[in-house]
């Protein structure tokens, strides 16, 4: 093993603790990353939470998709040999005379990100993810021979509070994709002045290079960007592509090697995988071959798509049932998945993302979502909707149609949970402000998160159990945690509301 006191590697990457977690395989689970780790309750959920993590194994056996890609790039442009992904816990013994930079790979470097927001009150606490993060700088030795970059997808937050880079002892960060000149950013960040490097061009397809080893969660690349338009999201500004099926394969290939024989099959929103239509009315076929193809590999046994949107799901309910027939999904085998809701309002539709409903009209969004979720619950699926508290034209009276489309799909018996997120400033949006929860935390704001909490604990009292498949003494500890800690914090709710002098009226 290589150790400080030897000649090191010359790139030398990392990633935050939180990022090595499997969270228990719990759906949504990654988001008790941005937990307060400053209150002793939290700190007590995420313990019990977040094992296992692969941080123990110095040289890391799993890593963050988005590093194993940086990884895969680098090792073409420089050798194999001279980069390492490690652990953070052991990141120094990798550090020596010959180490020109130290890359770490950060989804919520100043926990400043939609779910950490919603979790720390906006920021009164500190998210484990920030103080994760932070560690790893800590860390570092203080006679530096190297630089320190900053990479991942979470870089627009240093963007965003540019002087926390020299705040934390960072020198450089790494903004946009790097697959086509990963050699050539090693270079700008050993060498050149500017703090925030930008890469504005897309990687090439024919440059996006087979992982060197597994991912976490058997997390796989299938496709990247999206083309909804939506003012708020950064996935929109990447142009799309669709990874080849050869390096699909590969990747798959090293994961069920590890022992992942589920595949998370990742996309910005696989609804829109090879779309061929002005509408963005799903490719059927495509995505069979695909969801087909990933299921005739050896070694695989489960497959989910992470992300699609509700409008893709209503208009092709004929897709779901047949990928539902490849996925093998039934009673006791449901199939995960992450659309974004995002809003109740037509108007704030209209105004905001106007392409989210393709191939239907903004005034149809909520009828468009009750009928995807219907669908997805008839097929076995569960979807993990997220939406946006405090997007700069919302108003009251949007964010009661929201919780009148939640009710509407209580009462319809549809299954679902509902996650809440902050506004923050990306994509076309970059110079509008965060939250603020002072001073825009409103009655009707806290009555949606209300809403959601209480849907949340209607879920697990009846979805838990078929959902969350977990055996032995941690089953039992996860139900009673599940059970009596979504109550606590929706009685935790009720009484910060109380004291901003809130009503409840969304129950």
């Avoid at 979807?383 to 929201?402: F, K, N, Q, V, Y």
Wanted: hydrophobic share 40%.
């Amino acid at each position: 093993m290589l150790t400080a006191r030897g000649d090191g590697v010359e790139v030398v990457l990392t990633t935050d603790e939180t990022l090595l977690a499997e969270y228990r395989n719990i759906p949504l689970g990654q988001f008790f990353s941005c937990v307060p780790s400053d209150m002793f309750l939290s700190r007590m959920v995420h313990t019990i939470l977040m094992p296992p993590s692969h941080a123990g194994i110095p040289v890391l056996e799993y890593a963050p998709m988005g590093l194993r890609r940086f990884e895969s790039a680098l090792a073409r442009d420089i050798g194999k040999g001279n980069v390492v992904v490690v652990s953070p816990k052991n990141i120094r013994k990798f550090i020596g005379r010959r180490t020109r930079v130290v890359g770490i790979h950060t989804m919520d470097p100043l926990g400043v990100g939609p779910v950490s927001l919603m979790f720390t009150v906006g920021g009164r606490y500190t998210a484990f993810t920030k103080r994760m993060f932070t560690r790893i700088l800590k860390k570092l030795p203080k006679d530096r021979g190297f630089k320190v970059a900053v990479g991942g997808c979470g870089t627009w937050q240093l963007e965003q509070f540019p002087e926390e880079i020299d705040n934390l002892g960072i020198d450089h960060v790494v903004s946009g994709e790097c697959d086509h000149i990963a050699g050539r950013i090693i270079e700008k960040i050993e060498n050149g002045s500017e703090k925030i490097i930008q890469i504005r061009e897309p990687a090439p397809l024919e440059s996006i290079c087979p992982n060197t080893g597994a991912t976490m969660l058997g997390l796989v690349e299938v496709m990247r960007g999206c083309g909804r338009g939506c003012r708020f999201c950064q996935p929109n500004l990447r142009k799309a592509r669709f990874i080849p099926f050869d390096v699909i394969k590969k990747d798959i290939l090293l994961n069920v090697k590890m022992g992942y024989t589920k595949v998370w099959a990742h996309s910005d929103d696989i609804f829109l995988y090879k779309v061929d239509s002005r509408d963005l009315t799903p490719n059927k076929d495509a995505i069979k071959e695909l969801f087909s193809f990933i299921m005739g590999i050896d070694g695989v046994t489960h497959a989910n798509p992470t992300h699609g949107s509700l409008a893709g799901v209503a208009s092709a309910p004929d897709l779901i049932e047949d990928l539902s027939r490849i996925l093998k999904a039934g009673k006791n085998r449901h199939i995960g998945i992450q659309p974004g809701l995002e809003t109740g309002s037509p108007t704030l539709m209209k105004k905001i993302m106007p392409r989210k409903a393709l191939p239907y009209q903004p005034e149809e969004w909520p009828q468009v979502v009750i009928e995807a979720v219907k669908t997805l619950n008839k097929n076995h699926w569960f979807p993990g909707l997220t939406l946006i508290i405090g997007l700069p034209e919302e108003t009251p009276d949007d964010i009661r149609e929201t919780i009148e489309l939640i009710k509407k799909m209580e009462d319809a018996g549809l299954h679902f949970i509902v996650a809440p997120l902050a506004f923050v400033p990306l994509a076309a949006w970059r110079e509008k402000g965060f939250l603020d929860f002072a001073k825009q935390f409103d009655e009707s704001r806290f009555n949606l998160v209300y809403k959601c909490w209480k849907h949340t604990i209607q879920e697990i009292d009846s979805m838990f159990n078929r959902v969350v498949k977990i055996s032995g003494v941690s089953s039992f500890m996860i139900d009673i945690l599940a059970r009596h800690g979504s109550r606590y914090v929706l009685k935790e709710v009720e009484k910060w509301g109380a004291r901003q002098g809130f009503r409840v009226w969304a129950g």
